[in-house]
């Protein structure tokens, strides 16, 4: 079920809505339970059988976390506990997700005849096992309580506003607010607003920008002009920013209209000055998430040798590859920020790009663009093509018809979107904040963006969420 549904936005959420506001309203017990259970119905409306994987990830990461806090005194005993749950976790994200690719990998390799069995891939697995693998980790370092009710455990994994898609939770962050959290009227309304600006990212640019996107890597490298390259990584690169950040804006508004407050997920990130601050500022519960469980424990930049820097890097890196997907293409882009980071990290290229505005801007929005290309091309010698296409070496024509009018067709969407990839709403909202016009005006403003999102939904536009695939 897609957050941009009829089905969700006036059945599904009302009904939620109103069943937890209405006769559970002071009963806490009885709201988090109708809240598991929605989350399950919620996941099961694509694929009913994938609700028993969750079912199992939540019984089985319950069940570790109750031994490694009953072994706390017992360090070996319970790291030992805290290793097979790792492999239970990662080997059922392996099965469902890498297997496939790994076979055909060394068939392909080594010329072996392995059988590849055809194995569908649960909607979000990825980010429902990190945030199992999430609480029984915090369990062990005592950064949050044990669950003794595994709802209370199946509410934090399966909770459906950040089930599919995230943002990455993390237990500590709420773990407290499972039995303790507090709703009030301005965070519920604070949350119905941020779900809208989400949904309006999602549904009017995101969807647009996906059409012009979509046409220029659909296309033959010798039918791709030059510009119709560069517009369609300029449509793909504002697409994936607001279908991402957009879902994430939804996750955290429905999160704050039943009391839960989650931590951001994106910080204007194309406004960054160097591809480290880049991935400061996007998708960062995974990036923290990576920086807390794998860097700091491998040693992170603190470590004394260089080697052992790129090291710790390369496995963060390849790890954040691999996450988004079994293909080469995900392992290639990983490794290319890895090498970019690198970079950057052993030559203080990055504070030197810093210093200067313009120079860190654009060299760092190349290489995201370009970055882009390569995660968004169906394989890596279409990525090639796609790449030299963009320079010129592809022999297509500078500018053709095809791109002239599809510049003209979304050329509202990209002015759109570069204005709003920047903080000018942020700054225009400090500004206006106390003023009567922006008193009247936003609530206006918000209802407007929602019937116009609303409007598309009916007329049954183009409506993909790109990170349902990981």
Known sequence: MLFSSSVFLFVFLPVVLAVYYGPLRFWRGAQNVWLLVASLFFYAWGEPWFVLVMIGSILVNWTFALLVDRL????????????????????????????????????RLFGASLAVP??????????FTFQAVSYVIDVYRGDGAVQKNPLNVGLYIAFFPQLIAGPIVRYETVAEQIKNRRETFSDFSAGVCRFIVGLSKKVLLSNNLALCADAAF????????TAMAWLGAAAYTLQIYFDFSGYSDMAIGLGKMFGFHFLENFDYPYISKSVSEFWRRWHISLGTYFRDYVYFPLGGSRVKSRGRLVFNLFVVWSLTGLW???????VLWGLYYFALITLEKLTGLDRLLAKSRVLGHVSTLLAVVFGWVLFRAPGVRAAGEYVLAMLGLAGGPAVDATAILWLSESAWCLV???????????????????????????????????????????????????????
């Open 218 to 225: 659909a296309a033959g490298s010798g039918e791709l002009s």
């Open 324 to 330: 988004h997907g079994a293909a080469w293409t995900f």
């Open 118 to 127: 055809t194995i569908l891939l649960p909607i979000g697995i990825s980010f």
């Open 416 to 470: 759109l979107g570069i204005l709003l990839s920047a903080p000018l709403a942020r700054w225009l909202s400090e500004r206006t904040a106390r003023s009567r016009l922006a008193a009247i005006g936003y609530p206006i403003a918000m209802t407007a963006m929602f019937l116009i999102a609303v409007s598309y939904l009916v007329k049954g536009v183009y409506n993909p969420f790109i990170y349902f695939n990981f």
């Open 72 to 107: 706390r005194e017992r360090r070996a005993a319970a790291r030992a506990v805290l290793t097979v749950m790792l492999v239970c976790n990662l080997s059922v994200l392996f099965v469902f997700k890498y297997l496939m690719f790994t076979l055909s990998a060394v068939n």
